[in-house]
């Protein structure tokens, strides 16, 4: 097939991630209308993408005059049809549940030009089984941008079997138009390529707080202090080329036994959950949260995310690796 350029992006949700990835859209220049079929939902939306536009411009990312022509060119729609009428791109960010993915695409092949790409952000479920919920198998993939998704720069771009290179090349052109970072996940696994490191690493800092070994807050400051800080500039695999493959190979083999290999959720992570400690949301999880405690955190992240944003702009007069 021959793909045709990307004028305009329709973005189906307008939840967490819904309405950064409308804005990462609309800030780079493309109309994009933004659907939910909630109209609180979208009210939020539009006071998320409102904060965010004034926190880049507080860090010298963005103007007032940029900020005006980014909300000009985001419309709020309702009505799920005319929002997707003519567009060339619609990224799917509803519910991580594959039956409602696979219905929202069913809809979105009905109402959509033939031409039109159909993405989703999953976080990990099938780019197949949503291809296979269409009659355009050769233009469906997945975008899975990460959160908060107008400050970090990648995208996995994941293919099904049935995606087309062209396809892929188009979304990955469009990608790195709009100032992110795409990698070409060229299998469709379970987790992608992120969420697979991500769970390893949480299985493990799941396991040692388990077994006493060391507090949530300990767990979270050596990753912070150590691989986190590392990570940001180097990683793992060229750390094992930096250190010595046959050195890793060596502490692989004594480790690897160790590590834990849990096949479902353990234990104490199932305790919290069936004793309601949810997260933030409900003020406990694996820590005590109070709202301004949480808040203050999210402000630390986005600061330090806005920094590397910085760097990578060359800004602060220099370049992040």
């Avoid at 909630?38 to 004034?54: F, K, Q, T, V, Y």
């Avoid at 049809?81 to 039956?99: C, N, W």
């Avoid at 986190?228 to 250190?243: C, K, M, S």
Wanted: charged share 20%; with cysteine.
């Amino acid at each position: 097939m021959t793909s045709l350029p990307i004028r305009s992006v329709a973005v189906v949700g307008a939840g967490l991630m819904g309405h950064g990835i409308a804005q990462v859209f609309a800030q780079a220049g493309y109309p994009v209308a933004l659907y939910d079929k909630d109209p609180a939902a979208l009210e939020r939306a539009l006071a998320g993408i409102r904060a965010n536009l004034r926190l880049l411009e507080e860090h010298g990312l963005s103007t007032p005059t940029a900020a005006e022509q980014t909300l000009a060119r985001l419309t709020l729609a309702h009505d799920l049809a005319p929002a997707v009428a003519g567009v060339d791109l619609v990224v799917e960010a509803v519910y991580e549940d594959l039956a409602v993915k696979q219905e929202v695409f069913h809809t979105l092949d009905r109402l959509c030009p033939p031409t039109t790409i159909l993405a989703s952000n999953t976080s990990g479920l099938s780019a197949t089984a949503l291809a296979q919920a269409t009659s355009r198998p050769d233009r469906v993939l997945v975008t899975h941008f990460w959160n908060p998704p107008h400050l970090i720069p990648l995208v996995e771009v994941v293919r099904a079997p049935t995606t087309s290179e062209a396809t892929v090349q188009t979304v990955v052109a469009l990608l790195r138009a709009v100032g992110k970072v795409p990698v070409v996940v060229q299998k469709d696994i379970p987790g992608f390529v992120g969420n697979r490191l991500q769970y390893a690493l949480f299985r493990e800092a799941v396991a040692l707080v388990q077994a006493g070994v060391v507090s949530p807050e300990d767990v979270d400051t050596v990753v912070r202090l150590s691989l986190g800080r590392r990570y940001g500039v180097i990683g793992p695999l060229e750390t094992a080329d930096l250190n010595g493959v046959d050195l890793f190979a060596r502490i692989a083999h004594y480790l690897y036994p160790t590590l834990d290999c849990a096949q479902d959720t353990q234990p104490y992570h199932q305790r919290l959950v069936a004793e309601g400690r949810l997260g933030v949301r409900v003020g406990r999880g694996f820590y005590d949260w109070t709202p301004e405690r949480a808040q203050a955190r999210i402000r630390e992240r986005d600061a330090e995310l806005l920094r590397w944003l910085r760097r990578d702009r060359g800004l602060d007069g220099e370049r992040a690796i």
